[in-house]
């Protein structure tokens, strides 16, 4: 039986390597994400009997379909070593500028929908121009797209909700589709929730089966090395940003449907709530590792929290400082573990192994994918 005691220098040996390497897997990234929505949802069942009820598990799914839209494109642009902080901003312009369009200039509804979409996509092209041309880092183009696209929301809307009743086409209010699937359900499941699982799989499959999937955790774990293996990185980076752009304009489209209206103002602060959600899902904030599943276990757990703390009465304020804790020990945790498995499998195989074989190093980068 091998031993699990240290070396002389205090470097572990091969048996407490191997053990080290999967106490340190289990407790982080996704695994870590999924122990804590489970203690977080067996906690509020013991708290309250109002919380793991049908109706307020829907009441979870549809409040945060949207944040979970936006948060799938941010997976991809973060795995690639990216950021958008930009994507709330794409959403309220997509929404705002759809309703303009068939609420107050009387566009048909197609083309309403389409206009929304070609707004997410200019606001994705126009932010991978900028970091894969102008060489911008992606923190401050996105930063900077965040308060112009806003601007550009308040500009198309005069500031005002839409539609206004003023200038409104009679009789029209928002797209008839978009509308159904914001706010309707089919069989007791909103139809948000329905999008938001589909654009997840979506993401999965960008993800774990295509191409691209491949060029961005390739990016993410070595940018030099993927350049040298042929990958074309502008090109990738620009088609990310492209489709993080779309979806954000997806989820702005559902979020004017589920509130019958849009606003310039509208998804405020949900473009940290993405990236919360896909760090909390275990996704490297540097790149190169995490999915999209673990994106889909973050937003559970913020949502979890948020709906759970509102049950028992505790303050927004309070939510607010829960919620940053919460985040910060995920991170913390997940860094915890990336040190030990290095350690664990940069330690030399000597003494008290009884000849086995060293433990096979953990893989990042790509072999950390998950749906």
């Not at 106490?23 to 804590?36: M, P, Q």
């Not at 121009?129 to 809307?157: E, M, N, S």
């Given at each position: 039986?091998?031993?699990?005691?240290?070396?002389?220098?205090?470097?572990?040996?091969?048996?407490?390597?191997?053990?080290?390497?999967?106490?340190?897997?289990?407790?982080?990234?996704?695994?870590?994400?999924?122990?804590?929505?489970?203690?977080?949802?067996?906690?509020?069942?013991?708290?309250?009997?109002?919380?793991?009820?049908?109706?307020?598990?829907?009441n979870v799914l549809r409040q945060?379909?949207?944040?979970?839209?936006?948060?799938?494109?941010?997976?991809?642009?973060?795995?690639?070593?990216?950021?958008?902080l930009s994507v709330a901003s794409?959403?309220?312009?997509?929404?705002?500028?759809?309703?303009?369009?068939?609420?107050?200039?009387?566009?048909?509804?197609?083309?309403?929908?389409?206009?929304?979409?070609?707004?997410?996509?200019?606001?994705?092209?126009?932010?991978?121009?900028?970091?894969?041309?102008?060489?911008?880092?992606?923190?401050?183009?996105?930063?900077?797209?965040?308060?112009?696209?806003?601007?550009?929301?308040?500009?198309?809307?005069?500031?005002?909700?839409?539609?206004?009743?003023?200038?409104?086409?009679?009789?029209?209010?928002?797209?008839?589709?978009?509308?159904?699937?914001?706010?309707?359900?089919?069989?007791?499941?909103?139809?948000?929730?329905?999008?938001?699982?589909?654009?997840?799989?979506?993401?999965?499959?960008?993800?774990?089966?295509?191409?691209?999937?491949?060029?961005?955790?390739?990016?993410?774990?070595?940018?030099?090395?993927?350049?040298?293996?042929?990958?074309?990185?502008?090109?990738?980076?620009?088609?990310?940003?492209?489709?993080?752009?779309?979806?954000?304009?997806?989820?702005?489209?559902?979020?004017?449907?589920?509130?019958?209206?849009?606003?310039?103002?509208m998804a405020d602060g949900m473009?940290?709530?993405?990236?919360?959600?896909?760090?909390?899902?275990?996704?490297?904030?540097?790149?190169?590792?995490?999915?999209?599943?673990?994106?889909?276990?973050?937003?559970?757990?913020?949502?979890?929290?948020?709906?759970?703390?509102?049950?028992?009465?505790?303050?927004?304020?309070?939510?607010?400082?829960?919620?940053?804790?919460?985040?910060?020990?995920?991170?913390?945790?997940?860094?915890?573990?990336?040190?030990?498995?290095?350690?664990?499998?940069?330690?030399?195989?000597?003494?008290?192994?009884?000849?086995?074989?060293?433990?096979?190093?953990?893989?990042?980068?790509?072999?950390?994918?998950?749906?």
């Amino acid at each position: 039986m091998a031993e699990v005691t240290t070396g002389r220098r205090g470097r572990l040996l091969p048996g407490a390597r191997a053990a080290a390497v999967r106490v340190a897997t289990a407790a982080g990234g996704r695994g870590g994400a999924v122990a804590i929505l489970l203690l977080l949802v067996l906690g509020f069942f013991i708290a309250t009997p109002d919380f793991l009820t049908a109706d307020n598990i829907r009441n979870v799914l549809r409040q945060y379909s949207v944040p979970a839209i936006l948060a799938v494109g941010q997976t991809l642009v973060i795995v690639s070593a990216g950021i958008d902080l930009s994507v709330a901003s794409t959403a309220a312009l997509s929404g705002s500028l759809m309703g303009v369009a068939f609420a107050h200039w009387g566009w048909p509804e197609p083309l309403a929908v389409l206009l929304g979409l070609a707004a997410g996509f200019a606001v994705g092209a126009f932010n991978g121009f900028v970091i894969t041309r102008l060489k911008v880092p992606d923190f401050i183009a996105t930063l900077g797209t965040l308060a112009a696209v806003r601007g550009v929301a308040l500009l198309v809307t005069d500031g005002l909700p839409v539609p206004d009743y003023t200038r409104a086409v009679e009789g029209r209010r928002v797209p008839g589709s978009v509308a159904t699937l914001g706010a309707e359900s089919v069989l007791g499941v909103p139809l948000i929730v329905v999008v938001a699982a589909a654009c997840a799989l979506l993401g999965w499959f960008l993800l774990s089966r295509t191409k691209l999937g491949r060029a961005a955790y390739a990016i993410g774990g070595n940018r030099e090395a993927a350049r040298v293996s042929g990958i074309r990185i502008e090109q990738s980076k620009w088609w990310i940003y492209v489709i993080s752009g779309l979806l954000a304009a997806v989820a702005g489209m559902m979020l004017t449907g589920r509130l019958a209206s849009a606003n310039a103002l509208m998804a405020d602060g949900m473009e940290l709530q993405s990236i919360a959600a896909v760090v909390v899902g275990g996704t490297a904030l540097f790149g190169g590792e995490g999915g999209v599943g673990g994106t889909m276990i973050g937003i559970l757990i913020i949502g979890v929290l948020a709906n759970g703390l509102s049950i028992l009465g505790v303050a927004e304020f309070w939510q607010r400082v829960v919620n940053g804790l919460i985040i910060v020990a995920v991170v913390a945790l997940d860094q915890w573990r990336r040190r030990v498995a290095s350690r664990a499998t940069d330690a030399p195989a000597t003494g008290g192994s009884g000849g086995l074989n060293p433990s096979p190093p953990v893989r990042g980068g790509t072999g950390s994918r998950g749906p």
